[in-house]
């Protein structure tokens, strides 16, 4: 069983841009009066304790969400969330992207979320236990080509894995093909680090030479977390970027250029 727990990377910086992102682009696609679906292949538990002694153990969600969530206008869409998030649980809550998620979608809207490890699964449940979700307890690929295309059909699929399983890097690719030419308007949303080896670039290599023509590729770099540390930035990849994400993805270059400045 695989070992990585999240609860000690909650609310850090890779966090901040992939959640601003997400909830950006469910804002959007919420505008229009028409039902959607949110998928997601690796859910983690949903729900972390930014006081536990794991997030204070790394300082990341400290040098992350803490010391840049004011850098969003009260209304921004990923603020809204976060805030939703403490009201319902706690002053040092910070949901992770199927809680965040599920703050912006509406009544009619269809959640399914995957999480194979026990442990997680068993906390993802209890989490999101007060919405309406379908939650998965099997392998997030598998999950999501079983439901795709999903009903409704217009909607919004995040692919973000832990990377622990260094294979990921390979299958993504044939993958998010395979998953495409199923729901090929469906919003496909990949998370990745960037490392200081590199180890994300062939992945990326493989995915723009499949030509997707509306696809947006957005990365931030930061300072690492600490000495030794592998991941120096974080990105996203997205098939049929909804209208509008661009201008989200530029404020987000300036806000983090401003902390390696």
């Given at each position: 069983m695989?070992?990585?727990?999240?609860?000690?990377?909650?609310?850090n910086?890779?966090?901040?841009?992939?959640h601003?992102?997400?909830?950006?682009?469910?804002e959007?696609?919420?505008?229009?009066?028409?039902?959607?679906?949110?998928?997601?292949?690796?859910s983690?538990?949903g729900?972390?304790?930014l006081?536990s002694?794991?997030?204070?153990k790394t300082?990341?969600?400290a040098?992350?969400?803490?010391m840049?969530?004011?850098?969003?206008?009260?209304e921004?869409?990923?603020?809204r969330?976060?805030?939703?998030?403490?009201?319902?649980?706690?002053?040092?809550?910070?949901?992770?992207s199927?809680?965040?998620?599920?703050?912006?979608?509406?009544?009619?809207?269809?959640?399914?979320?995957a999480?194979?490890?026990?442990?997680?699964?068993?906390?993802?449940e209890?989490?999101?236990?007060?919405?309406?979700?379908?939650?998965?307890?099997?392998?997030?690929?598998d999950?999501a080509?079983?439901v795709?295309?999903?009903?409704?059909?217009r909607?919004?699929l995040?692919i973000?894995p832990?990377y622990?399983?260094?294979?990921?890097y390979?299958?993504?690719?044939?993958q998010i093909?395979?998953l495409?030419?199923?729901?090929?308007?469906g919003?496909?949303a990949?998370w990745?680090p960037?490392?200081?080896?590199?180890?994300h670039?062939?992945?990326l290599?493989?995915l723009?030479?499949?030509?997707?023509?509306?696809?947006?590729r957005?990365e931030?770099?930061?300072p690492?977390?600490?000495?030794?540390?592998?991941?120096?930035?974080?990105?996203m990849?997205?098939?049929?970027?909804p209208?509008?994400?661009?201008?989200?993805?530029?404020?987000?270059?300036?806000?983090f250029?401003?902390?390696?400045?």
């Amino acid at each position: 069983m695989l070992s990585y727990q999240h609860i000690y990377h909650a609310g850090n910086l890779a966090d901040v841009q992939k959640h601003a992102m997400l909830c950006s682009m469910l804002e959007y696609l919420g505008q229009k009066p028409k039902p959607m679906s949110y998928i997601e292949t690796h859910s983690g538990r949903g729900l972390y304790d930014l006081s536990s002694d794991e997030a204070i153990k790394t300082g990341e969600a400290a040098a992350g969400i803490s010391m840049v969530e004011q850098a969003f206008v009260p209304e921004h869409p990923y603020r809204r969330a976060l805030q939703a998030v403490r009201d319902g649980f706690g002053e040092t809550a910070y949901g992770g992207s199927p809680l965040l998620a599920a703050q912006l979608l509406r009544g009619e809207d269809k959640l399914h979320l995957a999480e194979l490890h026990p442990k997680e699964g068993d906390a993802l449940e209890d989490a999101m236990s007060m919405f309406s979700c379908k939650i998965h307890r099997q392998d997030g690929f598998d999950m999501a080509h079983a439901v795709c295309p999903p009903t409704p059909r217009r909607g919004l699929l995040l692919i973000d894995p832990s990377y622990e399983i260094k294979s990921d890097y390979d299958v993504i690719p044939g993958q998010i093909a395979k998953l495409h030419r199923k729901w090929n308007v469906g919003v496909i949303a990949l998370w990745y680090p960037i490392l200081r080896d590199g180890a994300h670039l062939p992945m990326l290599t493989a995915l723009e030479f499949q030509n997707y023509p509306k696809a947006l590729r957005h990365e931030v770099r930061f300072p690492p977390a600490r000495e030794g540390h592998r991941m120096i930035g974080s990105g996203m990849f997205i098939v049929n970027a909804p209208w509008g994400i661009e201008q989200e993805a530029k404020s987000l270059t300036k806000m983090f250029n401003k902390l390696v400045s």
